[in-house]
């Protein structure tokens, strides 16, 4: 079986963009994860799949998959590449508005340019039931402990769960440590991305993302939006935020509790090609 796909990425943050409109999702979780491969494989951060919609409202549906096979509720740089990919296949047009559903739920997509999108990503949720994350009630900041070490985090869901935490240095290499120990930590019962945040000023953010299932990525949408809503709950940073990753930067505009969250950011195509699946694993 010959598997066509797009490779594309946002701002370094990588995916495999499968065209599922007539046929569905044809991978399964091994199919997944040896396409993920680096080595032997194509290679990406996440697998998209633009499908047909199952919410009536919207236009299309596009699953996620983490590079170890795992499904994700939510993508901030894939659904920017999902809408660059619909506007190449003649889906949607430059300044147009498109209702597109994810697996947690419909977001709004306007194409500023080719390869230029951006997104309402819908209201930062904080109730630690819905993050989900082990609180008995809904804070601003919580004591986690984290092995040996003791931090303090913001918990919010963007579709999907993030941890965030306020360092002082971004090249300290204590996170390498702490990011997976986050991710995987108990009190997120579906684990989470770990976001860790240097603040610059009221309008600029650095961060850099351990993601749940993908590991250290380039860069990370909803771990920017996460970032943004948090500092923005404590009343840190004003409405317009520039947050920079490895790959780039991101702009997120938020107004606060009862607005949505607006994600703006490039997309761009790297190549096509053609991926043998192994007889053993069609």
Known sequence: MQLRFSKMHGIGNDFVVLDG???????????????????????????????????????????IWNADGSPSGQCGNGVRCVAAWLHRAGELAIGDNARIESPSGPVTVRLLGPNEVTVDM????????????????AADRYE??????????????????HAVVIVGELTDPALQRLGPLLSGHERFAQ????????????????????????????????GACAAMAILHQRGEVDDRVQVELPGGTLRIDWAGPGHALWMTGP????FEGEWPVPAHQA
Do not use: K
Request: with cysteine.
């Open 144 to 161: 986690i402990r984290v092995g040996a070490d003791t931090l303090q985090i913001g918990a919010v869901s963007m579709g999907n769960p």
């Open 191 to 222: 684990s989470a991305n770990a976001g860790f945040v240097q603040q610059l000023d009221r309008g600029r953010l650095r961060l850099r993302v351990h993601e749940r299932g993908a590991g250290w990525t380039q860069a990370c949408g909803t």
């Open 122 to 137: 819908g209201e930062p949720i904080f109730e630690p039931a819905r993050i989900p994350f082990a609180a008995e009630q």
């Open 267 to 270: 997309a761009a195509f790297a």
């Open 21 to 63: 409109r007539r046929h569905g999702m044809p991978l399964n979780t091994a199919q997944i994860r040896a396409l993920a491969d680096r080595h032997t494989g194509v290679g990406f951060d996440q697998l998209l799949s633009v499908e047909p919609a199952r919410d009536p409202s919207c236009a299309f549906y596009y699953g």
